[in-house]
């Protein structure tokens, strides 16, 4: 055998398969919404795998917010509470965001970080199970949703039972008439894992318990349906998918047929049943309005409002096909081109969200090394490499350029090269 005909079948070190690039421009001439990533701020020279966790910038944010400063701000100063919708703004892009999680009007109220939510929602769940102690949760969630469980259930005298998704049907199973909320993710932060939303919230019901999902990597990635679901409470972020800005404030889903009882703990005047009445009891508002609390960052609503219009021509149902057809390609140039680093979650696009994770032993010199040939991805301790899918923004062209730079980066054993980390220090 000749040598390189030897070093062609190394496993090692595979290379690009000829025309990962073709394809990938071919998927993107044919896919449907191949005109969304010309809606955003595209950095030239950069490849941008990091809108899982603060999502490109659309074009139409900056005017947006100069016409809020300058002009209702500037000009209309207090008077745009009324004149520019400033008041109902909660409840206007609520609605906004409710349309992409299967929520019909009047169930999703915006303002608040994504923390502050889910405090509202442990603590509003086990008041309206009195008699339940538990609360069930994946001890492998988003650190701050654990922080905030931890304290509620002190508060609240709560006891945290640890399960992951697959576990949850035999803890319910086991415990289920002393267990007040089952609390998840649907896609799991580090790996991309989906859970099945249906068959969970129906399973939380079969024992009588509440279901609150964190939707904080499935807005804007997956067509996660609430109200088919029968779901309770939910909470998603608007800086990640959405591309609502750093900061953009957070939503809360209640369903309407818990309105009327949801008490959350924190009860400020926006809250209120009559606002203005400044009245020293407090009433809570008769629906979703009662989530809200004090006076939200209105410059940050207004451009998460403003970001929303990117995808007023989209259903949920069809983003969730581009980011299926991108994370498929993604896993599938993955592990053609760099099958030395295994996939830490599942392959099939069905049971991942909007992005994929690599495991390596030096993902942090991986991610360093890659920034420094511009192409921006994540590292999640101890071993991922986080790579992330913006269904409206990300392309096929873009994970193929990372994918190849990813193999170029372990060829050149870049990852070693402390030199790396200096020169990307941008990110
Ligand atoms: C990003 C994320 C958060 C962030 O919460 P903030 O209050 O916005 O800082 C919370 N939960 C999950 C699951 C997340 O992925």
């Known amino acids: 055998m000749p040598p390189d005909a030897a070093a062609a079948s190394a496993p090692t070190a595979p290379g690009p398969p000829a025309g990962l690039l073709d394809r990938a421009a071919a998927l993107d001439r044919e896919e449907p919404l191949r005109h969304l990533p010309s809606r955003f701020h595209r950095p030239e020279g950069l490849v941008y795998l990091d809108g899982n966790s603060l999502g490109p910038m659309p074009l139409g944010v900056p005017d947006a917010v100069a016409d809020v ?20 703004a909660p409840q206007r892009v609520g609605d906004r965001i409710g349309r992409l999680v299967g929520a019909a009007p009047g169930q999703v109220v915006a303002g608040d970080s994504t923390s502050v939510h889910l405090f509202q929602c442990y603590v509003a769940a086990a008041r309206m199970r009195p008699g339940r102690r538990a609360v069930v949760a994946d001890p492998d969630a988003f650190p ?22 697959a576990e949850v049907p035999d803890v319910l199973a086991r415990r289920g008439g002393d267990v007040a909320l089952v609390a998840l993710s649907e896609v799991d932060y580090r790996t991309g894992e989906r859970c099945d939303v249906p068959a969970l919230t129906a399973a939380a019901h079969d024992a009588g318990a509440l279901v609150l999902w964190d939707l904080a990597h499935s807005v804007g990635a997956t067509d996660v349906d609430l109200d088919a679901a029968g779901a309770d409470l939910a909470v998603g972020c ?32 926006h809250g209120h049943a009559d606002p203005f009445a400044m009245d020293g009891r407090y009433a809570p508002a008769d629906d979703v309005r009662r989530m809200r609390i004090g006076t939200p960052p209105m410059l940050s609503l207004l451009a998460l409002d403003a970001a929303l219009d990117v ?28 099958p030395e680093l295994p996939l830490a979650g599942p392959r099939d696009p069905a049971r991942l969200g909007g992005h994929v994770a690599v495991r390596s032993p030096e993902a942090w010199g991986v991610v360093r090394a890659l920034a420094g040939r511009g192409v921006v991805g994540d590292f999640r301790a101890p071993d991922l490499v986080r790579l992330g899918v913006a269904a409206s923004s990300t392309t096929h062209a873009d994970l193929a350029r990372g994918v190849v730079a990813l193999r170029a980066v372990l060829d050149a054993g870049e990852q070693h090269d402390p030199a790396h980390a200096v020169r990307s220090t941008v990110t």
């Open 144 to 165: 701050t949703d654990l922080h905030l469980l931890a304290s509620a259930a002190r508060l609240c005298d709560l006891e945290v039972v640890a399960a992951r998704p």
């Open 311 to 338: 995808l007023d021509d989209v259903t949920p149902v069809q983003l969730r096909a581009r980011s299926t057809s991108l994370v498929r390609f993604l896993v599938e140039a993955l592990e053609a081109v760099v």
């Open 69 to 88: 400063v300058r002009r209702q701000w500037g000009r209309e100063l207090v008077a745009a509470w009324n004149t520019e919708g400033w008041w109902e």
């Open 238 to 269: 608007s800086y990640k998918h959405l591309s609502g800005g750093p900061g953009a404030p957070a939503w809360v889903y209640v369903a309407r047929r818990h309105q009327h009882e949801v008490d959350p703990p924190l009860t400020g005047w």
